[in-house]
């Protein structure tokens, strides 16, 4: 996932926390790539899985990867709808499944879940493009 208004920086997982970083090299790169799959609490969403089997899931706002509970909460925390990005053709926000009018955003280059603002910097800091993996 990379960030549409710093369109050099991707989630990236940093000691369990998801954070905009630049690309990086070698294996810090698995750390910025995320499989794709149907949600946890609603299909007809969207989970991010790790490459190491974790999950990004929202917990006190902040997004996080941590291993599946089985619990129907982290299943709601860890799902979400993507929405096209308002005013950022081909960008998308992602909605949280359990606060809906909620969406994931970067502040300070750490992701969080926040309330919809009619702001253009909430707009950008919550538009993303889903593209392919980076690089070994």
Known sequence: MRSVNYPDRYWHVSQGLVRLDPARGGDARADSTFTVVPG???RACSSLRTADGRYLRHRDFVLR?????GSPLFG????FCARPAPA??????LESVNYPGRFLRHQDFRLRLDPAQDSGL??????FRLVPPLAG
């Open 76 to 79: 709601r925390d860890a799902t």
């Open 65 to 69: 990867a941590e291993p599946d509970d």
């Open 40 to 42: 946890l609490a609603d």
């Open 88 to 93: 950022v053709p081909g960008a998308v926000a």
């Open 122 to 127: 909430y707009r950008a800091d919550s538009a």
